[in-house]
């Protein structure tokens, strides 16, 4: 599995104890320095980009910063559980993720999912059944995005109505929160939502949600229940999998310092020192981390403001939480401004989840966070807990893509087109499902140039209902999208 001085390995640093490592060095990558692409980043995208292009006959190298494969997906342990840090869900509405599922014919298996939902109150929580806590949701929740299924008719090509879309791009969450002028408790129980994504409400963008509710069917039960299935070996067997299959050279602990063009060819210099040359580079790293790399020529000015503004979501942190009690599964919401705004247990003997963006939080602090999870569950107690930082981890700089206004309409056509002889791929860039693990792959596949799939949304709902039948029987209505990539 390792080559000369630790610098290929196939999967992950840490695989100890996950399968589906695999040899991945195509020659000997430790004098090889000319290659025909350079794929920067070894994510779901960088890893489709490179399996795409090796299968076309050209010599990929892949750069990632990180000891480990995967990006913003990373199947790790905790305790006696294994967690996914980052992404973790998938569904058959998603088809790219899905195609790549049954390439590889990696097993599935489905939360769950609670048993009871606490969701707030004027008063404090209130304690319900998941059926009737999400139908009331689904009745918020649909005329918020009230008009999608006109401005956003092929939901996998969100510039179709561009003269429809552009006057509403402007619209945080707050504005359309404002818009409807619902009730304070009515209001309490959706910003948990939309503070989480927007983090805050009034950063985030309404159509980037509109654009899930029309790519899960214009419909609540698919939107809330996107989130129900998972890799029963972990994401990383799919990364794995990606990887084993399109054997490019690859080289972890490599970050990226300068991509420079120069007489028709591209040359990538490592924080090391060591440097390589291409015909082409694919930047598969979030638009967040751009601006850490010096681009020569300078990159073009779309490109910069995106960096610069921000594409991933901010303040984000996932907390896998280790809790004498209560042991039963759950979902708790809580209003924007919470400690936590959203927690839960989707299946038994399995660690509670918690997500917040709130920026006060100390999650160093065991007290703190103890104190953030008694908000919620008062007699709670806490016997040890891991957190992942998206904003602070340095190859990530934030959490999975979420624009902000404006942004659709102004930069995302714009990021997406090649820079010369450099291109861009990341789940920020998808077209589709933007922040999912589906929107990393689709972003690779156009990176290299490869079809991606683009279903209407009945389309989509008569393959993923086809899906459906060998996979685990679940009510989807009592399933809550957690946040993740």
Known sequence: MLRAGGMAIAGTALGAGFPGMAEAVEGDVTTRTVYDTIVVGAGLAGLTAARELRKKGHRVLVLEARD????RTWTDRFNSWEIERGGAWVDPLQPHVWREISRYNLAIVADQGPERVLMPTPNGFAETDPVTAYTRQGELFTPFFEGARDYFPKPYAPFTREDLITPLDGLSLRDRLNQLKLSPADEMRMTGTTGLYGSPSSRGSMLQLAQWWALAGWNYTGFSGVNTYRLARGTIALADAILADGRPDLKLGSPVASVTQQSGRVKVVTRAGAAYTATEVIMAV???????????PALPQPHRDATTEGYGVPRQRKLFLDLAAPADRFIAEAPEG???????????DAPVVAFSVDATLDVSSRAQVEAAVRKILPSATLRDYTVTDWEAAEFSRGGPAYRRPHQLTRLHKAI???FGPVRFCADDLALGWIGYMDGAIESGLRAAGSPTLSPTPGEAQKQADAARVALPAVDRRIHRTLFGL
């Open 338 to 348: 919470s400690p936590f705004v959203i927690m839960g247990r989707l299946n038994d």
């Open 68 to 71: 480990r494969i995967g990006g």
């Open 286 to 296: 979030p638009v967040n981390v751009w601006k850490d790399i010096t681009f020569s």
């Open 416 to 418: 997406n087109r090649p």
